[in-house]
């Protein structure tokens, strides 16, 4: 049996009935407070996505969350990023209500402005719920008078500046969220060497028995067998190595390519194909932008 579509809530006015809330303050952002917000009711919660970003900071429990395969305690206080698109649902529902606020903005508000073209960078979106900030006591100050003071603006009469000042507002909370994660990336460097470890082993296990039949390795296989999403370890990769994800991936290539060409009698082709390339000349070209050498140029200077 097909399983169902999840419920899509196309606009925040809606958000707000689905919640028996008043409407909206401005059609394309609010600030809702958790302690509001009724999980229990209706069926929509089981399987539910929505056409806006969400910046949640929850403080307290008011259930559980899944995201994909996975669920997720609100036990503590966290901090979480989702984008449009996302499909999830929330079982578990404890009559105790959750403290902190939920911002919500379609992708219309920011359109005209920098911040429009900036949010693609923000790889946070793309997190799971297992990759929550986890704010100190410090931040979380910050965080919750930035969503108090956007609060605040919604409930002013709406003039011509309302969005400029909302959208400044917005762009200086993902700032703060932004430090706030680096902090963090920092903090868990043991947990995140470890993780960088298990990379380094995956690739190796993948190029000596996957890559020439499976093609060359990507950022989602590994994040797959990881248990982590794509942006996440892309976003760890660079923090510990200073490299993007797909530029790690090639060194490690091309590392593993410097062994087989000065330590076997392979062919570049032979080399090119068991590393995952499907032309040779696709190797060679990488080879040579990245060590300025061709395969066979490197090779001859071992002799």
């Not at 409407?23 to 806006?52: A, M, Q, R, T, Y």
């Not at 470890?197 to 296989?221: F, I, N």
């Amino acid at each position: 049996m097909k399983k169902a579509a999840p419920y899509r809530i196309k606009s925040i006015s809606e958000l707000h009935r689905l919640f028996d809330l008043p409407k909206p303050d401005h059609p394309l952002i609010s600030v809702i407070d958790f302690s509001l917000l009724d999980f229990g009711k209706g069926e929509v919660w089981k399987n539910f996505c929505h056409d806006f970003y969400c910046v949640a900071c929850k403080l307290g429990t008011s259930g559980k969350m899944k995201y994909g395969q996975q669920d997720f305690d609100f036990d503590e206080g966290m901090m979480s990023f989702t984008k449009p698109g996302q499909v999830f649902s929330v079982t578990e529902v404890t009559e105790d209500r959750a403290d902190g606020y939920m911002l919500v903005f379609k992708p219309e508000l920011i359109r005209h402005y920098e911040l429009g073209r900036q949010i693609s960078q923000y790889g946070f979106f793309g997190y799971s719920l297992a990759e929550a900030l986890h704010l100190s006591e410090k931040e979380k100050e910050v965080i919750l008078s930035h969503l108090h003071q956007m609060q605040q603006e919604l409930k002013q009469n709406i003039d011509s500046y309302s969005q400029d000042v909302i959208v400044s507002q917005l762009s200086l909370l993902l700032s703060y969220s932004n430090r706030f994660y680096a902090r963090q990336f920092h903090t868990r460097s043991a947990v995140n060497h470890d993780l960088m470890a298990k990379v380094e082993h995956l690739l190796d296990q993948y190029l000596l028995h996957k890559s020439d039949t499976l093609g060359l390795p990507t950022v989602q296989y590994l994040a797959d067998e990881l248990h982590v999403s794509a942006p996440y370890l892309s976003d760890l990769l660079r923090k510990c190595t200073g490299l993007s994800a797909q530029k790690y991936i090639q060194s490690v290539l091309i590392d593993k390519a410097k062994e087989l060409l000065s330590t076997t009698d392979l062919s570049v082709k032979e080399v090119a194909f068991l590393l995952g390339f499907e032309y040779p000349q696709s190797f060679s070209k990488l080879f040579k932008a990245k060590t300025s050498l061709s395969p066979l140029e490197f090779r001859q200077s071992f002799n």
